[in-house]
């Protein structure tokens, strides 16, 4: 099963008990690069292998596109919700990201409340935003 998940999910990160796993794909059909837009979606896995319930409260990306640029995004819960994640459990979202570059990254930080109230940040590994270089020009 970790093989699997690892080939589906090849960008990871683990904090305090908390795996991130994230897969990324660029969408052509809404991408325009002829209009300087491309598009792509990533698919989040948050996996609570700790002591007890979490859950999610807000979320940190920096977004850096091809030239440098920084974007950065905060916000409460994600696509709309705040999950609560059992012990054992997982929890996963799909979202996306605009840019107006043919690359970029990705990273930052959820944070995370426990059953004690005690709030912490779990990492978000880095990915790279790669169009296909046969449409990168």
Known sequence: MADLLASLFPHVAETRGMTVRVAVSFLAEQSAPAQGRWFWS????LENHGEGVVQLLARYWKIVDGRGNVHEVRGQGVVGDMPVIPRGESYDYVSGCPL?????????????????GTAFHVAIPKFALLAPAEIRE
């Open 42 to 45: 990533y698919h989040v896995r």
């Open 100 to 116: 107006d570059t043919p690359t970029g990254t990705m990273s930052g930080h959820y944070q995370l409340v426990d059953e004690s």
